[in-house]
């Protein structure tokens, strides 16, 4: 059964409340894991655990999200490269590499402007709920 997207964000927004330890309403579609929740490298590891956890309806078939496929792994390193990234923007190979690397962020903004300080808000609770209802409704 096809999950709607507020079922989903709703179950996203409960997880990230549990897992990070921040107030619900702090959870909004935009919010960055890292610079407006606070997440750290190893909360990625327990969000995605507890997504699996929670999105899966049947134990014969456990809901898996393969490594990096969610969260990018090696991003500060890839971002860090001269290709990617000159005088702290983003070039276009680098613009190519986090599109590649994020399908499910939203890039409208940061297009715009494509700055490392931009990148930081690619990774939000909108781009959780965006890869979920790819993997559940495919």
Do not use: W
């Amino acid at each position: 059964m096809a999950m709607s997207r507020d079922e989903i964000y709703k179950k996203v927004r409960a997880i990230l409340v549990e897992t990070l330890g921040v107030d619900e309403e702090e959870v909004t579609p935009t919010a960055a894991l890292r610079e407006d929740l606070g997440a750290e490298s190893i909360d990625y590891l327990d969000i995605a655990f507890r997504l699996e956890k929670a999105f899966t309806t049947d134990p014969a078939h456990p809901f898996k999200i393969p490594r990096g496929e969610l969260f990018p792994e090696n991003l500060p390193a890839v971002m860090s490269d001269e290709r990617y990234v000159k005088d702290g923007k983003i070039t276009p190979d680098g613009i190519v590499e986090l599109k590649k690397r994020m399908p499910y962020s939203d890039f409208t903004e940061f297009d715009k402007a494509p700055s490392m300080e931009s990148a930081a808000s690619l990774m939000n609770v909108d781009t959780i709920v965006n890869y979920m209802q790819a993997r559940l409704n495919a």
